[in-house]
């Protein structure tokens, strides 16, 4: 059986990663923001999306990963036919 890790071993095995991925949302959101017509977006569900996505993202909740996938998820649809299906 593996051994589990510490909070501090994990820490460093990910940050570097983690600061690369945050840096590069943070620049998405700059050029949006520098981008002309930069306000006809803030309605956008999209970028609705993304700012819902920052304050998940600042809890302390143990479930943020979850919260982000169903955010981005489309809901259950019954009705839905899968490909090929009859």
Known sequence: MPAIQSAPQILDQVFLDMRAKLLEVA???DRLDRATSADTVAQDPRRQRIQ???EILTTQQKNRAEQ???LFSD???EKWARPGAR
């Open 52 to 54: 819902k996505t920052l």
């Open 75 to 77: 809901t259950y649809d």
């Open 27 to 29: 620049a998405s959101l």
């Open 68 to 70: 982000l996938q169903l």
